[in-house]
């Protein structure tokens, strides 16, 4: 089983940047995809981005495109959230999950099933990204 620690949260300014890191430790093959979601309190959780670990494709929710950047590095088998121009709006608990179920593209036809927690099987515990006004 592939189990994924998150790091990276805090308490930033809007307009400021972050840098999240999921480190997985297990099996992670050239079939997988490592994702980022993020819940806000009362809310349900929503897909930020995702990557296939791969070849690098990546795909992103409209609300992040342009200001958050999803990466990985095979050797550190790490994938990273690179997050600019954070507003209020970002303010949740951001979590790394992994699948093998969904392949990433980089084309529309990930709009179907990237995004869709439910195809992820393995989840991190979460780190709180808080951007203040």
């Known amino acids: 089983q592939v189990q994924l620690v998150e790091s990276g949260g805090g308490l930033v300014q809007t307009g400021g940047s972050l840098k999240l890191s999921c480190v997985t430790s297990?099996?992670?093959?050239?079939?997988?995809?490592m994702a980022w979601f993020r819940q806000a309190p009362g809310k349900e959780r929503l897909f930020v981005a995702a990557?296939?670990?791969?070849?690098?494709?990546?795909y992103y929710a409209d609300s992040v495109r342009g200001r958050f950047t999803i990466s990985r590095d095979k050797a550190k088998n790490t994938v990273y959230l690179q997050m600019i121009m954070l507003e209020p709006e970002d303010t949740a608990e951001y979590y790394c999950?992994?699948?093998?179920?969904?392949?990433?593209?980089?084309?529309?036809?990930?709009?179907?099933?990237?995004?869709?927690?439910?195809?992820?099987?393995?989840w991190g515990q979460g780190t709180q990204v808080t951007v203040s006004s």
């Open positions: 999950a992994q699948t093998r179920r969904v392949v990433v593209t980089g084309s529309h036809a990930d709009r179907r099933f990237v995004p869709q927690k439910s195809m992820y099987t393995n």
């Open positions: 297990g099996p992670t093959t050239g079939s997988d995809t």
């Open positions: 990557i296939n670990w791969r070849d690098g494709n990546t």
